[in-house]
């Protein structure tokens, strides 16, 4: 679900750009009154684990479309809202900048999307709600399922918004809607049960988080360093070699526009949107999680032949998820650190 520039006109990216610059000043305020230097480790190992997780597209069956983790529940839930949507934000960011997955005039869009609807109206308003204080694997389940899907509704009604105040491209509102919601609504269902197995692996080894990050109790020095050690072994085996079994379907957003327009991808305006692609092919130097051209080896001989085979094996994708997964771990833990280093008294 993450927005092109295409869809967006530069008056509403610099709106929502000012909305998700605002919630990640209040989020780092409330990171920094929290006073639990616990979450600097989490908040690395846990955006290194949602980027990997996020390579990886799955398939719709009976659609033609694929969809993949947004992440933002399981964050919310093992972080609480305010450091989750501060790591969210590190995880689209790196994803923009380095491997040209979302526009840059689109960033603000797809940070609020992904991030405010997971972490400040799902998890507060629906998932502590069913979880309760004292959860059990089935209302962890249950939780898990209805906010995923709430949120991801929510995200993808609001990037067809979005894409209509934009008045940019040429999608009806009715026809995108349509197909958007219901794709996503699959796709929830999918996100619901990863957020449900993720959390409940973490509640079984260290509950105490889950009640540090609903702020039940503090986390001062749990020490839940397995618990790190096990998330940060997935992301690498994920973005390292399970990334290969990525769908090669469209995904919703994708898949949506091409129903409604017969496009997956618009062109472009001129202007800023021309200007931001170009920065963005600078600095991304893992373009669309692969190396760039002329730097990949060619296949050769009935490999060849036979195209792309199914997994895709590729170097160039295990790159990207390791180093995509690194630059993550190191800017969400900067992040945290900055925010503590301003709560420290000189």
């Known amino acids: 679900m993450h927005m092109a520039d295409a869809l967006i006109s530069p008056v509403v990216g610099g709106a929502v750009w000012a909305a998700s610059a605002g919630l ?38 009976a659609t033609g479309s694929s969809g993949h983790l947004g992440g933002g529940m399981i964050l919310a839930i093992l972080m609480g809202p305010y450091a989750a949507f501060l790591t969210m934000a590190s995880v689209l960011t790196v994803q923009a900048l380095f491997f040209a997955d979302g526009g840059l005039l ?46 991801l509704q929510a995200g993808a009604f609001f990037v ?6 934009s008045g940019v491209s040429e999608l009806p509102f009715a026809s995108f809607l349509l197909l958007m919601q219901p794709i996503h609504l ?22 105490e988080i889950l009640g540090a990050a609903a702020g039940s109790a503090p986390a001062g020095s749990l020490p839940f360093r397995r618990v790190l050690l096990a998330l940060l072994a997935m992301a690498v085996v994920v973005g390292g070699g399970l990334s290969w079994f990525a769908s090669d379907h469209p995904d919703g957003l994708e898949w949506s526009m091409f129903r409604t327009a017969g496009v997956e991808e ?23 999680y692969g190396f760039k051209e002329g730097e990949a080896v060619e296949p050769e001989g009935e490999a060849a032949e036979e195209g792309e085979a199914w997994p895709s094996v590729s170097a160039g994708t295990s790159v990207s ?3 995509g997964g ?18 420290t008294p000189a």
């Open 106 to 151: 689109a960033l603000g869009c797809n940070i609020f999307n992904l991030g405010f609807f997971p972490c400040f109206v799902a998890y507060p308003l629906i998932y502590k709600k069913i979880a309760g204080n004292a959860p059990s694997a089935n209302r962890i389940l249950a939780g898990s399922l209805v906010s995923a899907i709430v949120a």
């Open 160 to 165: 067809v918004l979005e894409t209509l105040f």
């Open 24 to 61: 990640i000043t209040y989020s780092s305020k409330k990171v920094r009154e929290d006073a639990d230097d616990s979450k600097v480790p989490l908040m690395g190992v846990m955006g290194a684990f949602i980027f990997a997780c996020q390579m990886i597209n799955f398939t719709i069956p």
């Open 266 to 288: 618009l062109e472009s305006p001129e202007g800023i949107h021309s200007s931001l692609a170009n920065l963005q092919e600078k600095t991304a130097f893992l373009p669309d």
């Open 186 to 207: 699959a796709i929830g269902v999918v996100e619901g049960l990863v957020t449900a197995a993720v959390v409940i692996f973490v509640w079984k080894a260290r509950p």
């Open 321 to 323: 998820g390791l180093v």
């Open 326 to 343: 690194a630059l993550t771990l190191a800017l969400a833990a900067v992040i945290g650190l900055a925010v503590r280093r301003r709560r």
